[in-house]
């Protein structure tokens, strides 16, 4: 982790918890949005293929992910701590995108997690709500890794360009994650 900066930490987020949230997610389909990319929002398929709803944390049904992310950053802090002591202050966003990948789709454009309009993301988190059995992985194109979709496990990784990635997909299998941002205070 040290060398990559990219952290796991492996069910955080009970299995009860990750099929309600994927039930809530079906059980939803008037949230729906497509996936949007960038600052301009725009949908455009041939790079990225999701359905999504927002999610607010401050809502406080999603108590459990807000614990699972909490639990997480804790031990991101224990190997960095200055992340405390050295930069502005920070806040996790409760805004985040709950998303569900059919088979065979996935986000194909390479990017990471800054943009203009998101400057102020210092931090990105992602939470796998269902294991994947072929395919799946979020490839780190500079740090050369794929990782693995298991249930209930959480990443977080810096926001920059130095941690761009993208998806990889998974043939025969839906994929859900929840993700989300660390951003400075305004």
């Given at each position: ?91 996790l966003q409760p805004r985040c995108q709950l998303m569900k990948y059919e088979p065979a789709k996935t986000y ?10 998101y400057s102020q993301r210092l931090l990105a988190w992602m939470i796998h709500l ?57």
């Amino acid at each position: 982790m040290k060398n990559n900066f990219i952290h796991y930490q492996p069910k955080v987020l009970s299995s009860k918890d990750c099929k309600k949230i994927i039930k809530f997610f079906e059980d939803n389909p008037s949230l729906y949005i497509k996936g949007r990319l960038g600052e301009d929002g725009k949908v455009d398929r041939t790079k990225l293929e999701s359905t999504e709803i927002t999610l607010n944390l401050s809502e406080g049904q999603w108590i459990n992910i807000k614990k699972a992310l909490a639990k997480t950053l804790k031990e991101y802090k224990k190997v960095f701590p200055l992340l405390d002591t050295h930069l502005d202050p920070w806040h996790l966003q409760p805004r985040c995108q709950l998303m569900k990948y059919e088979p065979a789709k996935t986000y194909w454009r390479i990017h990471c997690e800054r943009a203009p309009a998101y400057s102020q993301r210092l931090l990105a988190w992602m939470i796998h709500l269902n294991t994947i059995q072929k395919g799946g992985k979020t490839v780190f194109v500079h740090q050369k890794i794929k990782v693995k979709p298991k249930e209930g496990g959480v990443y977080i990784w810096p926001a920059d360009w130095t941690h761009m990635h993208h998806g990889e997909i998974a043939p025969t299998e839906f994929k859900y994650i929840i993700t989300g941002w660390y951003d400075y205070n305004s």
